[in-house]
């Protein structure tokens, strides 16, 4: 069983950055590929950015350019820098890992992003 605890959340001016952490334990990290979603209020979740265990990335379109995901294996953590951030980005960011190996889903509890105008 994994547990995932997202850290680095709060509230930001338009144009500010913020760095969420995802701290895993209970699993082999480097086996799971790792994601981060948003949910904004009366809105789906949405996937946001993803890191395969090569380091590959991928990018929803609307924060290409401006947030960045990164793996740190020997920390078992994965990172969300966002810079240039809209009032647009505000959202609850949940962390996500799904193991390669078995395909089990893991989330972590989710931790408040505002941008405010």
């Known amino acids: 069983q994994v547990q995932l605890v997202e850290s680095g959340g709060g509230l930001v001016q338009t144009g500010g950055s913020l760095r969420l952490s995802c701290a895993a334990s209970g699993g082999v990290f480097s086996i799971y590929a790792m994601y981060w979603h948003r949910q904004a209020p009366g809105k789906q979740r949405e996937l946001v950015a993803g890191i395969t265990v090569s380091g590959r990335t991928n990018y929803t379109d609307s924060v290409k350019g401006r947030f960045t995901i990164s793996r740190d294996n020997a920390k078992n953590t994965v990172y969300l820098q966002m810079n240039s951030l809209k009032p647009e980005d505000t959202a609850v960011y949940y962390c996500?890992?799904?193991?390669?190996?078995?395909?089990?889903?893991?989330w972590g509890q989710g931790t408040q992003v505002t941008v405010s105008s």
């Open positions: 996500n890992a799904i193991s390669t190996w078995s395909k089990n889903n893991y």
